[in-house]
């Protein structure tokens, strides 16, 4: 397992840009997928997007076009970009890792607030 601490959450207004970022401890990082998750007040934790080992992404609907993740090996870390944020972006947002890669997530950071406002 890794250990993941997000970092860059915060206010932002509805169309800004906001960059999240999860930075991992381990010498293999390079090898896991990395997935994004968020959870709205309310709602269940739901997966955003992912990227596998190789780089390749993949994104849900509601956030496809406008969220982007990439990953820097040498840094251990992975980003989130979201652009043209909406109110209903709100929410708690986790990094994870799946040491498959694959979409079992076995290693959990601690969550970063993201506000969304009008």
């Known amino acids: 397992q890794v250990q993941l601490v997000e970092s860059g959450g915060g206010l932002v207004q509805a169309g800004g840009s906001l960059r999240l970022s999860c930075a991992a401890s381990g010498r293999a990082f390079s090898t896991y997928g990395m997935g994004w998750f968020r959870q709205a007040p309310g709602k269940e934790r739901e997966l955003l997007g992912r990227?596998?080992?190789?780089?390749?992404?993949y994104y849900t609907a509601s956030v496809k076009g406008r969220f982007s993740i990439s990953r820097e090996n040498p840094k251990n870390t992975v980003y989130l970009q979201m652009n043209s944020v909406k109110l209903d972006d709100t929410g708690v947002y986790y990094c994870a890792a799946s040491s498959g890669d694959n979409l079992v997530f076995d290693s959990w950071g601690q969550g970063a607030q993201v506000t969304v406002s009008s």
């Open positions: 990227i596998t080992s190789g780089g390749a992404t």
